[in-house]
T-cell receptor, first 113, second 114 residues
Framework: DAKTTQPNSMESNEEEPVHLPCNHS???????IHWYRQLPSQGPEYVIH???SNVNNRMASLAIAEDRKSSTLILHRATLRDAAVYYC??????????????FGKGTLLTVNP | DAGITQSPRYKITETGRQVTLMCHQT?????MFWYRQDLGHGLRLIYY???????DKGEVPDGYVVSRSKTENFPLTLESATRSQTSVYFC?????????????FGEGSWLTVV
């Protein structure tokens, strides 16, 4: 699986937007960009995914660079409940290992009240 | 909705004992997975299953056995538990293996081997 690079930690204030970056310079044309998060003492939770175009859902937005070598997860108004480890993961559409997620260390997001 | 459930949530066992962690999903998802999470290693895939009676090894399969006689269940057995298997275990499922599909995780089983 292609690798991703994320900052180890980020901090935000409640009700402010948060931009979580992810670099994936070796991404292939068939790799989907997935974001999961893990709240304390819970299993990972799906946030959003995309291939080429920017994506929005009720939880977040995903902005994908034109060259696809980086992406940004955007939380529009951070809440205390958004404090978690955020994982940026690439999944190959066409490869034999497309069934699985390979987790890196992720970004620990702290939200201050 | 029940979704994906794991049992037991917490377990303490002794070295050498056999332990089985249960995983049950109510969505009839084809794919199921077992991950373990340790400090400093993140989540690592132990075993996965593409369908009933089809299983395969992941990144760290040694010391573990899985079976999948029914689509909805995917038990993980530690045949002879060791202290290095102290970890948090997460079961997950996905409708298909397609990389656009979401993977759903259970809440985890905390296992301590003493």
């Amino acid at each position: 699986d292609a690798k991703t690079t994320q900052p180890n930690s980020m901090e935000s204030n409640e009700e402010e937007p948060v931009h979580l970056p992810c670099n994936h310079s070796t991404i292939s044309g068939t790799d989907y960009i997935h974001w999961y998060r893990q709240l304390p003492s819970q299993g990972p939770e799906y946030v959003i995914h995309g291939l080429t175009s920017n994506v929005n859902n009720r939880m977040a937005s995903l902005a994908i660079a034109e060259d696809r070598k980086s992406s940004t997860l955007i939380l529009h108004r951070a809440t205390l409940r958004d404090a978690a480890v955020y994982y940026c993961i690439l999944r190959d559409e066409g490869g034999g290992s497309n069934y699985k997620l390979t987790f890196g260390k992720g970004t620990l997001l702290t939200v201050n009240p | 909705d029940a979704g994906i459930t794991q049992s037991p949530r917490y377990k303490i066992t002794e070295t050498g004992r056999q332990v089985t962690l249960m995983c049950h999903q109510t969505w009839s998802h084809s794919y199921m997975f077992w991950y373990r999470q340790d400090l400093g290693h993140g989540l690592r895939l132990i075993y996965y299953s593409a369908a009933a009676d089809i299983t395969d090894k992941g990144e760290v399969p040694d010391g573990y056995v899985v079976s999948r006689s029914k689509t909805e269940n995917f038990p993980l057995t530690l045949e002879s538990a060791t202290r290095s298997q102290t970890s948090v275990y997460f079961c997950a499922s996905s409708k298909t293996g397609n990389s656009g599909n979401t993977i759903y995780f259970g809440e985890g089983s905390w296992l301590t081997v003493v």
